[in-house]
């Protein structure tokens, strides 16, 4: 059964720059598309990131295009969001998920065995 662990997070100031891991665990990464998702105090989550099987196709909130960049290393069965320039309302709890299908905008009903969440606070 596919786990996935999130990690990563933490405090940086406005600017900065992190690197957000997701690894699985039970199953190889390799057989699922990943997407990021994040969740504000008192926002509804909402879809950050996803990548596909391959690699090839990936989707990015317009929020976060020409920011941050998902990419994956299935030998290491963990895909990453390399997250540049935070800003303060990147600030959120941030979960990883897998799915049995890509699309160009990802839905979060496609998505299963989410992690537990890292949190991410941008801050000076």
């Known amino acids: 059964q596919l786990q996935l662990v999130e990690s990563g997070g933490g405090l940086v100031q406005p600017g900065g720059s992190l690197r957000l891991s997701c690894l699985a665990s039970?199953?190889?990464?390799?057989?699922?598309?990943i997407g990021w998702f994040r969740q504000a105090p008192g926002k509804e989550r909402e879809g950050v990131s996803s990548?596909?099987?391959?690699?090839?196709?990936?989707y990015y909130a317009d929020s976060v295009k020409g920011r941050f960049t998902i990419f994956r290393d299935n030998d290491q069965n963990t895909v990453y969001l390399q997250m540049n320039s935070l800003k303060s309302e990147d600030t959120a709890l941030y979960f990883c998920?897998?799915?049995?299908?890509?699309?160009?905008?990802?839905?979060?009903?496609?998505?299963?065995?989410w992690g537990q969440g890292t949190q991410v606070t941008v801050s000076s």
């Open positions: 039970g199953s190889a990464i390799s057989f699922y598309h």
């Open positions: 998920a897998a799915a049995g299908v890509f699309r160009p905008t990802p839905r979060q009903g496609d998505f299963h065995s």
């Open positions: 990548i596909s099987i391959s690699g090839q196709s990936t």
